[in-house]
């Protein structure tokens, strides 16, 4: 066949050419959906329609014997014919008790991998359905089994494809197979999930083999006729595996959900047991760290007055620790003695962690936000007057819109946005955040006298949140006038806690905030403005690119989701750039509120589970994010009109 009748870019434009011209009468030709011929595009928004399905020309599906017998025949043809072994149908493997599913072939060997589903028929498996009898279980053995299944990806070589071990244009490529890497935490995920009836369900890509671009059918044969299976019976059958291993993990996360479900009885918005391990291996290691003769570990402890416990029901044992409790919590001590470091661990404690993590059992309220400064960050709409007023040239802020907010805007906006979405905790670190909003001393006040200072302080509504019921954990070490509005104050020395609420107050008694100005401070909160969503706004007309856990290349923008510090892995980002596709479906005319829709959104991902983001793709590359991190997304996309305040 001639060079240049397949597109080298991944088939865009014509890519599946001539091929598909002559054997299916035409319908191999392109949709300008970016992927070249057929109906199915990946980066299509996920709403209702059917257009979207990921069906072969044939989808014709058989038994393995079949399946091979097909990939035999396939050998040294052009890349495009490995179309003929899409099927939405299954090829059933009855000997080994699975099923195998295979999305859209990719259209070169250059293109995204192909993505492929297994499912483990339960009589084969054979998990005790003790073991995934609830949600919690059930994700937590979907984890453990996800992070078996990559282990022995590595441990066999099966992620390797041909191309990295040398060769040219014309050497062989492709091969590998590739499941979604496992983080620190268990969070609900599409790569390996159990179904109802206890089927394990296997969701991974496999880059089809080819040599230049003709396909290498004997080397797709060795990979689906041995390699799979043999992934398949060491990572996926409960006779392979360690039970006791399984049982443990599994107890293990259910132990920690039980704790933080447990929070609000105890009136606690947070948890962290004795002997945790808190600091990190390093910025890009989310391990614990280890203890070398340089660096010693030092476990967390709690003091006496904050410990409480909890008598965790799988395990069969009390667990003790600091309970933090509802109200406004100072983290305090000099720099590097370990604040930054506890609420780093609180602000991920809404996660469940891989036991042996050093955090699990280091448990947060599910409705805590990470709240900071972002400056440059793109507001919409957002009323921010609560906090700022006043702006210069009259300026409104009761619907505050900015393409460029500096660090006091964007901090009121994160704040305004994470209650508008329901947020009961607030977590700060002053490190992150704009000192003027923060607090004013007294000697800025007396040079610049309120009426020309827009911006009401952090320090000067944060007591009003409490009563509220908003709780607030801050990590404070430069300034002491926060001492007058604390509950309790924690102080870090050396990565060991101490409770320090007496002498805070003792200090704030004698040395009052502001001299006096903020006790005598009685003005109310203000109110939070509910925004509606343009659904039209958040069309990305088919361009969306994830291209890390923080960037995401939605239409003719880039989203930037650096200041999210709550997210956990690039499959939630995944998973929120399918969700924003959905809005212009979820919010058509501009009538429900961002919250509302959202809260649909999360029983739709209740009932349906992930998979009803991907419009019927194998995507094993979804993690659930919250629906604070969703609308946070939501909210940093720069396009025009995207919101109108509900009046």
Same mark, same amino acid.
């Given at each position: 066949m001639r060079?240049?009748?397949?597109?080298?870019?991944?088939?865009?434009?014509?890519?599946?050419?001539?091929?598909?011209?002559?054997?299916?009468?035409?319908?191999?030709?392109?949709?300008?959906?970016?992927?070249?011929?057929?109906?199915?595009?990946?980066?299509?928004?996920? $709403?209702?329609?059917?257009?979207?399905? *990921?069906?072969? *020309?044939?989808?014709?599906?058989?038994?393995?014997?079949? +399946?091979?017998?097909?990939?035999?025949?396939?050998?040294?043809?052009?890349?495009?014919?490995?179309?003929?072994?899409?099927?939405?149908?299954?090829?059933?493997?009855?000997?080994?008790?699975y099923s195998l599913y295979i999305g859209r072939a990719q259209s070169d060997p250059y293109a995204? *991998?192909?993505?492929?589903?297994?499912?483990?028929?339960?009589?084969?498996?054979?998990?005790?359905?003790?073991?995934?009898?609830?949600?919690?279980?059930?994700?937590?053995? $979907?984890?453990?089994?996800?992070?078996?299944?990559?282990?022995?990806?590595k441990g066999m070589g099966a992620d390797v494809a041909d191309d990295v071990r040398g060769g040219g244009w014309g050497a062989a490529k492709g091969g590998d197979i590739e499941i979604a890497k496992p983080t620190q935490h268990v969070i609900e995920q599409s790569a390996?999930?159990?179904?109802?009836?206890?089927?394990?369900?296997?969701?991974?890509?496999?880059?089809?083999?080819?040599?230049?671009?003709?396909?290498?059918?004997?080397?797709?044969?060795?990979?689906?006729?041995?390699?799979?299976?043999?992934?398949?019976?060491?990572?996926?059958?409960?006779?392979?595996?360690?039970?006791?291993?399984?049982?443990?993990?599994?107890?293990n996360v259910e132990d920690q959900e039980w704790i933080r479900a447990n929070l609000e009885m105890r009136g606690l918005v947070a948890f962290v047991p004795d002997g945790a391990i808190l600091p990190r291996a390093s910025g890009a290691d989310d391990g614990p760290m280890e203890e070398t003769e340089e660096e010693k570990v030092v476990r967390f402890h709690s003091p006496d007055t904050l410990r409480i416990s909890f008598d965790l029901p799988n395990m069969g044992k009390a667990i003790a620790g600091i309970g933090i409790r509802k109200g406004i919590?100072?983290?305090?001590?000099?720099? +590097?003695?370990?604040?930054?470091?506890?609420?780093?661990?609180?602000?991920?404690?809404?996660?469940n962690k891989l036991p042996g993590d050093g955090r699990e059992f280091c448990v947060c309220s599910p409705n805590a936000v990470k709240i900071r400064a972002e400056d440059g960050r793109s507001v919409s709409q957002v009323n921010i007057s609560p906090f700022i007023n006043n702006l210069p040239f009259g300026k409104?802020?009761?619907?505050?819109?900015?393409?460029?907010?500096?660090?006091?805007?964007?901090?009121?906006?994160?704040?305004?946005?994470?209650?508008?979405m329901g947020a009961k905790t607030l977590l700060i670190d002053e490190d992150t955040c704009a000192s003027n909003f923060m607090t004013r001393d007294d000697k800025m006040m007396t040079l610049v006298q309120p009426e020309k200072e827009p911006i009401t302080p952090f320090l000067y509504k944060a007591k009003t949140l409490s009563k509220q019921?908003?709780?607030?954990?801050?990590?404070?070490?430069?300034?002491?006038? +926060?001492?007058?509005?604390?509950?309790?104050?924690?102080?870090?020395?050396?990565?060991?806690?101490?409770?320090?609420?007496?002498?805070?107050?003792?200090?704030?008694?004698?040395?009052?905030?502001?001299?006096?100005?903020?006790?005598? +401070?009685?003005?109310?909160?203000?109110?939070?403005?509910?925004?509606?969503?343009?659904?039209e706004a958040f069309k990305p007309n088919n361009k969306v690119s994830v291209r890390s856990k923080t960037v995401v290349a939605y239409g003719d923008v880039e989203l930037d989701l650096a200041?999210?510090? &709550?997210?956990?892995?690039?499959?939630?980002?995944?998973?929120?750039?399918?969700?924003?596709?959905?809005?212009?479906?979820?919010? *058509?005319?501009?009538?429900?509120?961002?919250? &509302?829709?959202?809260?649909?959104?999360?029983?739709?991902?209740?009932?349906?589970?992930?998979?009803?983001?991907?419009?019927?793709q194998f995507d094993g590359s979804l993690a659930r994010p919250r629906v604070f991190e969703i609308a946070a997304a939501i909210n940093r996309l720069r396009v025009d009109g995207s919101f109108v305040q509900l009046r």
């Open positions: 060079r240049g009748t397949y597109n080298h870019r991944g088939g865009r434009g014509g890519g599946r050419g001539d091929y598909y011209k002559n054997k299916y009468g035409g319908r191999g030709g392109g949709n300008n959906s970016g992927r070249g011929g057929g109906p199915y595009s990946p980066t299509t928004s996920t $709403g209702s329609s059917n257009q979207n399905q *990921p069906q072969s *020309p044939l989808d014709q599906g058989g038994n393995h014997k079949d +399946f091979i017998e097909l990939l035999r025949r396939l050998d040294q043809k052009q890349y495009p014919a490995y179309r003929d072994v899409e099927t939405t149908k299954g090829w059933v493997n009855d000997m080994e008790g995204k *991998p192909t993505q492929c589903r297994i499912v483990v028929a339960n009589e084969t498996a054979k998990f005790p359905p003790v073991s995934y009898q609830n949600k919690v279980r059930s994700v937590a053995l $979907g984890d453990y089994l996800n992070r078996v299944f990559w282990g022995c990806c390996v999930r159990i179904l109802q009836n206890g089927d394990i369900c296997a969701q991974f890509t496999i880059n089809l083999p080819a040599r230049g671009r003709s396909i290498l059918g004997h080397k797709a044969v060795q990979i689906f006729d041995q390699t799979l299976p043999q992934l398949i019976k060491k990572a996926l059958l409960y006779e392979s595996l360690d039970s006791n291993a399984v049982t443990r993990h599994v107890l919590t100072l983290i305090v001590g000099g720099g +590097f003695h370990g604040k930054s470091t506890l609420l780093a661990a609180l602000q991920v404690g809404m996660y409104g802020t009761e619907c505050f819109s900015s393409r460029d907010s500096s660090g006091s805007t964007s901090q009121a906006t994160n704040i305004m946005e994470a209650l508008e019921g908003i709780s607030i954990i801050l990590v404070v070490g430069s300034c002491g006038d +926060f001492f007058d509005i604390g509950d309790t104050t924690i102080l870090m020395d050396s990565y060991s806690c101490h409770d320090v609420t007496a002498r805070a107050k003792q200090i704030a008694t004698a040395n009052a905030a502001n001299s006096g100005a903020l006790a005598k +401070f009685k003005a109310p909160f203000g109110s939070v403005t509910p925004r509606c969503p343009v659904g200041g999210l510090e &709550q997210l956990v892995s690039r499959e939630q980002t995944n998973a929120i750039a399918l969700a924003l596709q959905r809005l212009a479906a979820l919010a *058509p005319g501009s009538q429900a509120t961002i919250f &509302q829709i959202l809260t649909h959104l999360n029983e739709i991902l209740d009932r349906e589970g992930l998979d009803a983001l991907t419009n019927g």
